[in-house]
């Protein structure tokens, strides 16, 4: 029996050593080595494809041939295949060893992921207008110094106004229309954070959301009245192999347009016309004339284009992007440099900014997920000092160009052989030497997070920011005197130098909570989210300015005397909770509400909380049962609509606080007390409380073939009520600045429409995109308690019109003849000759005064417009996009557009040459030498419409063996032109600038050509 069971008990062993055996032999056998190539449908390899194991975070990416390889794979495995643009595709292994994978492109535009407050949702879900940028996809290569300008025209309903081409410069956003007297501008949040798109390089961002209504912003609540933007940055790969990328370009910049200024002898010939009709005695003889147009004598009569002199024509710029990602075990990185150097296309300004981003993610295993953004820009300028009523732009038509820029021995010009001209402040002297300005800054912003899911579709969210800013603005101006050509003392000098410096500390604390839940159900669908958030802002801001340096080479406050020092310190804090339900019914009936409350510091007890509610509906009328059969030419249909509020707080910090300012002294009694006191010089308003925009409106959005084309069109209403204005006050009250009152409504009423096609055409490997925006708006101030507000000399606020219209008479025409003389009303006290300005009589009392001004233009475009076209064919890619806005006025007037009735320098554009006199009675000019020719009239109001081809660029994708030779994954070269052509009725200026820059001194745009690379290793 003992035999038996060992006998029995051995077999066992053995067949259990041999089932072993055997496993592991087939266990070695199962897993294998697989390996593939990945194309589009043209036949093209697809690089950087992503490849992973359904079900792990195994994979890798496809090379730049198209080609991958995955070991220890084994056959009930199933690999999946995605790159962006394309449908993904799943593949089981089986006993296939070798894969050909051809991905289809995905011309489902509607169903992108788009980024919204505080989550995403699918384009076809969303019932609020929401604007998507893609800069990858839609805008490719743009040469930027302005990350904001990329939104330019891609957008219906957004407005981006450049200031300029000064390096460093800003741009103006408005969407959907100034809703406000106060500030205008939206909220711009970066993953989130508030910042602005000026500190992030454009490689960095993932796609960019406008929120245009009140269903798509009101989340934000009292910091979304003018619109929200957000900018959602990369990640790090789910790859374990590094990818480094390069991305750079270098060219050249100049001014789109400069002011054709008249030569000098023509100079000469008009300013003596100007001194004999204003009563005064000519300046130059006929042989000065002659002398001037014959050249003979360069450095006392010679002729100066001041804008050739003072403007580059190819000022040099860089920018240099490198970003490295990779996945390490359950860790994804991304790390971004940026640099830029930019020389100004006036001579004297430069800017340089260092760009720096650090994203990391974890997954800390239990459903804990944690992350942190660390990003900040570094950003130095330089310009002249001289920017206040000597600015440089003005002092270019300002200047004589008789003057020379050097006198003979080297020395600066400021004077010609003329007795009168002793007194021309140089520009490039000025804008080079005079007076040197800095400016520096610094922003930091680290932003950690930590992410809970404890069960399927519930997340917890912790995300807390903090960003520091420090800039030091350093202006120094130099004591100088400058000489004629014989070295004689000219007018231009400076007696005294000084030195100020200007220091901002900005910190930004934000702290926000929020709890997500998501669920399916059957047919329905349901996703909650409630949150708050604590805002803290705080502001310091100094100044110290002294004189009296012992050397213009001195540039430190301590080196001076006589010190001025002035400061501020301003904080504010806002306290929200928010909540939002979003419903979704077997894909056809969506409906979504949000409420916000809000808590500010900036309005008094009685009205600090604010509630803000916001509903909207869409119904997916494609999914319907009565539209089947239809999908092939209707893809998507969907029709919505939406309500809601939104507040504004861009008030200031203290708007319902007193404000007392210290005085040397003040009268008592009959004699004056010298130990100074403090004085009301703001009055207070305790029961001030929120500005309320509602806003509603309809919209469709439309898919066919596939969404191959795609059209949305909007209808919207924007109502600002209970907008915060300084009404006027008696003056018996001794105080100049009245309190704020809730006294004012505007009103923003329009359409949008936007269209995109996507095509290939057959197999011929041509891919082409034709798409544009339009949009219209109109603008009224509905309610301001009968009063009007004038922000300068030429624009009004009052009801029934735009905000900033521009007010003064109506020009009617010239006086021409005797009978025109006798048959229009003058203005009071003036007696008008023939060829003076005409002049409206409004009120029919045939007298023209103040009673007759009117409104003369609108500062607000009719129409804004976007054209982008594009077409690719193997390695070759062409990019075009048009962008422009209609019907828009500006005032020109001014530096380079006037009647020459001062007893100045001032040089003409060369239009002044048609102006009135007795031989030329037909002109578009009126006579020179008259005041009155130089009122606030229509006469100086243009049509600043424009068509701009605002970008253009060409590349080139090289194919697998010149990268296989080089050892790079990719590699792509480009041209790209930025405003290379504008279509405008303006002939001496850009017509892109603000409604405030009226004297034609605002910096030139620029345009530029670029040649560049993008690489990766």
Avoid at 74 to 92: H, K, V
Avoid at 134 to 162: C, F, H, S, Y
Avoid at 516 to 543: C, D, P, Q, V
Avoid at 901 to 922: A, F, I, K, V, Y
Wanted: glycine fraction near 10%; proline fraction near 4%; include cysteine.
């Amino acid at each position: 029996m003992k035999k038996n069971y060992l006998s029995t008990w051995q077999r066992f062993i053995n067949f259990v050593f041999l089932c072993l055996l055997f496993l592991s032999f087939t266990t070695e056998a199962q897993e294998q080595k697989i390996k593939g190539v990945v194309k589009d449908n043209t036949g093209q390899p697809l690089p950087g494809v992503n490849i992973k194991i359904k079900g792990t975070s195994t994979g890798t990416i496809t090379n730049f041939n198209g080609e991958f390889s995955l070991n220890g794979i084994t056959p009930s495995e199933t690999i999946i295949f995605s790159f962006m643009g394309f449908e993904p595709q799943e593949m089981a292994v089986g006993t296939q060893k070798e894969f050909a994978i051809v991905l289809e492109e995905s011309l489902e535009v509607l169903s992108e992921i788009v980024v919204v407050g505080y989550g995403t949702q699918k384009k076809e879900n969303l019932t609020g207008a929401v604007g998507v940028v893609t800069p990858d996809k839609d805008i490719g290569n743009q040469a930027v110094t302005n990350t904001e300008t990329l939104l330019q025209g891609r957008i219906a309903g957004v407005q981006l106004t450049q200031s300029g081409g000064k390096p460093g410069a800003g741009a103006e956003i408005t969407i959907r229309g100034n809703g406000t007297l106060n500030n205008s501008s939206p909220l711009v949040l970066i993953d989130g954070v508030p910042g602005s798109m000026q500190d992030i390089l454009p490689s960095d961002i993932e796609s960019v959301s406008v929120l245009k209504d009140a269903a798509s912003a009101s989340i934000y609540g009292t910091r979304a009245a003018n619109g929200v933007i957000l900018v959602t940055t990369k990640k790090g790969d789910d790859n374990e192999k590094v990818k480094l990328s390069y991305n750079g370009y270098a060219g050249l910049q100049k001014a789109t347009v400069l002011p054709d200024l008249l030569d000098s002898w023509d100079y000469m010939n008009l300013k003596n016309e100007a001194n004999t009709n204003a009563g005064r005695a000519p300046i130059y003889t006929t042989d000065e004339i002659d002398m001037a147009k014959a050249g003979s004598n360069p450095y006392y009569y010679g002729n100066t284009d001041w804008a050739d002199e003072v403007f580059k024509d190819g000022a040099f710029f860089q920018n240099h992007q490198v970003s490295l990602t990779q996945k390490v075990g359950k860790t994804q990185y991304l790390a971004s440099v940026g640099y830029l150097d930019q020389e100004g296309i006036m001579y004297g300004t430069s800017a340089e900014r260092l760009n720096y981003r650090i994203n990391l993610r974890s997954d800390l295993g239990k459903g804990f997920t944690f992350g942190t953004n660390f990003f900040g820009a570094v950003k130095n300028s330089t310009e002249s000092a001289d920017t206040d009523d000597q600015g440089v732009m003005r002092l270019i038509a300002n200047s004589s160009p008789l003057v020379p820029v050097y006198n003979e021995d080297g020395s600066w010009g400021s004077a010609s052989g003329n007795p009168y001209e002793i007194n021309t402040k140089n520009p490039l002297y000025y804008a080079t030497e005079a007076s040197r300005k800095t400016s520096k800054s610094n922003k930091n912003t680290i932003n950690p997070y930590l992410e809970f899911n404890p069960i399927a579709g519930l997340t917890f969210k912790s995300n807390f920011s903090y960003s520091y800013t420090s800039g030091l603005i350093k202006a120094q101006k130099h004591d100088f005197q400058l000489t004629d050509n014989d070295g004689n003392d000219s007018d231009i000098s400076r007696v005294q130098n000084s030195l100020q410096d200007v220091t901002n500390e900005y910190e930004t604390v934000q702290w926000e909570n929020t709890v997500n839940y998501a669920k399916e159900f059957n047919k329905h669908s349901i996703n909650l989210l409630a949150g708050t958030t604590m805002n803290s802002y705080a502001h310091r801001w100094s100044k110290v300015k002294v004189t009296d340096l012992p050397s213009n080479d001195l540039g430190q406050i301590g080196s001076g005397s006589n010190p001025t020092v002035d400061g501020t310190f301003n904080e504010s804090r806002l306290l929200s909770v928010f909540g939002r339900i979003q419903y979704n019914f077997d894909d056809r009936y969506l409906l979504e509400g949000n409420i916000r409350t809000d808590g500010s510091s900036k309005f008094p007890a009685n009205n600090r909380y604010a509630i803000f509610p916001a509903v909207s509906a869409g119904w997916i009328f494609s999914n319907e049962a009565f539209l089947e059969g239809a999908e092939n030419f209707l893809s998507f249909g969907k029709i919505r609509a939406n309500w809601g509020q939104l507040g504004n707080d861009k008030i200031g910090y203290y708007p319902y606080s007193q404000t007392y300012t210290p005085t040397d002294g003040y009268p008592f009694d009959g004699s004056s007390i010298y130990n100074g006191g403090l004085a009301v010089t703001d009055l207070a308003n305790p029961d001030i409380k929120w500005e309320t925009t509602t806003s509603y409106g309809i919209g469709a959005d439309f898919g066919f073939w596939n969404d191959k084309l795609s059209i949305t069109a909007d209808y919207f209403v924007k109502d600002t009520d209970d907008i915060l204005l300084k009404l006027p006050i008696p003056g018996a009250t001794g105080v100049s600045n009245p309190a704020y009152q809730n006294a004012g409504r505007v009103r923003n009423t329009g359409w949008e429409l936007a269209v995109n096609h996507y095509n290939s055409i057959g197999n011929s490997g041509i891919k082409y995109n034709v798409g544009f925006n339009v949009t219209t708006i109109q603008n009224e101030i509905i309610e301001m308690q009968g009063e009007s507000q004038y922000p300068n000399n030429r624009q009004i606020n009052t009801e029934g019109q735009p905000i900033g219209s521009f007010y003064g008479y109506n020009n009617t025409g010239i006086y021409r003849t005797k009978e025109d003389l006798e048959k229009y009303a003058y203005i009071d006290g003036q007696t008008p000759q023939l060829g003076d300005l005409i002049y409206e009589d409004i009120n029919g009392d045939g007298i023209i005064n103040d009673e007759d001004r009117t409104i003369i233009g609108n500062p607000n475009p009719e129409f804004m417009y976007g054209i982008n076209l594009g077409i690719s064919y193997k390695g070759f890619d062409v990019k075009l996009f048009f962008q422009g806005v209609q019907n828009i006025d500006i005032y020109s007037s001014s530096t380079g557009n006037h009647s020459g009735s001062g007893n100045n320098l001032m040089n003409w554009t060369t239009d002044w040459m048609d102006r009135w006199t007795p031989e030329n009675t037909d002109a578009s000019k009126p006579r020179l030498g008259n005041v009155n020719n130089e009122q606030i009239s229509s006469f100086w109001v243009e049509d600043a419409s424009y068509f701009r081809l605002k970008n253009v660029e060409v590349g080139y994708s090289f194919n697998e063996n010149v990268c296989r030779k080089l050892k790079l994954s990719g590699l792509r070269i480009y041209t790209n032109s930025t405003n290379p052509l504008t279509w405008s009725k303006i002939d001496h200026w850009d017509p892109e600038r603000y409604a405030n820059q009226s004297r034609n001194e605002a910096y030139p745009q620029t345009t530029t050509l670029t040649f560049g690379t993008n690489i990766t290793f």
